[in-house]
């Protein structure tokens, strides 16, 4: 069955420093990718998403790239802030029904 | 522009007592509809999801219902609570599948943060 694998958190790092999340997926046929962020408190909000292999999702700073080859949807960004701080998800739709098959998410702590 | 609304946004009820979170759109129409709970620190886990009006699915067996009495409406119950059903509960919407939609995004609400003691 489909399937959303990313990296256990939580993850600390300084502020500016360079954020990588890392994500791999399982599903039949051609997924869409998302990731989405929870701040403390509140729901989820759709950060960016990519329908098609190579596309290139990016909001905020932040950027993810839909690898069919490596099964990957890695998000980065080149220079995090205290604000970054959450809990972000990676999510995969493969159209098939009217259900999103969520990652267990990762804590990020960016400290000042 | 589409909105979700849930409430209440904060509940504390004692073991045993009954339960009923609500969540509307507005916006849209014939949304799918859905109900999510999160444990304290634990991934998403979803609950319950509706294409329609009085059509439900479970995902997990549980003391927990849903129920949707109108297009935009979406109801959680339970008729007596367990300590276990703490967390934090999500409504989300996406756009009706078609045969043209090619990405289901879902678009959350805000939560509803129930304490069972």
């Known amino acids: 069955g489909n399937s959303v694998t990313q990296m256990e958190g939580p993850v600390t790092l300084s502020e500016e420093a360079f954020l990588t999340i890392n994500c791999t997926y399982t599903a039949t046929g051609y997924p869409s990718l998302f990731w989405y962020v929870q701040y403390p408190g509140e729901g989820l909000q759709l950060l960016l998403k990519a329908t098609k292999a190579d596309d290139k999702g990016s909001n905020k700073g932040f950027e993810a790239t839909y690898r069919k080859e490596t099964t990957s949807f890695h998000l980065e960004k080149g220079s995090v802030q205290v604000s970054d701080s959450a809990v972000y998800f990676c999510?995969?739709?493969?159209?098939?029904?009217?259900?999103?098959?969520f990652g267990k998410g990762t804590r990020l702590h960016i400290l000042p | 522009s589409q909105t979700i609304h849930q409430w209440p946004a904060t509940l504390v009820q004692p073991v045993g007592s009954p339960l009923s979170l609500e969540c509307t759109v507005e916006g849209t129409s014939n949304p799918n509809l859905y109900w999510y709970r999160q444990a304290a620190g634990r991934g998403l886990q979803l609950l319950f999801y509706?294409?329609?009006?009085?059509?439900i699915s479970s995902e997990v067996p549980q003391n927990l219902s849903a129920s949707r009495p109108q297009d935009r409406q979406f109801i959680l119950s339970s008729k007596k609570l367990l300590l276990s059903d703490s967390g934090f509960y999500l409504c989300a919407w996406s756009v009706a599948s078609g045969r043209f939609l090619k990405n289901n995004e879902q678009f959350f609400g805000p939560g509803t943060r129930l304490t069972v003691l």
């Open positions: 509706s294409v329609g009006i009085g059509q």
């Open positions: 999510a995969l739709s493969d159209h098939r029904d009217d259900k999103i098959i």
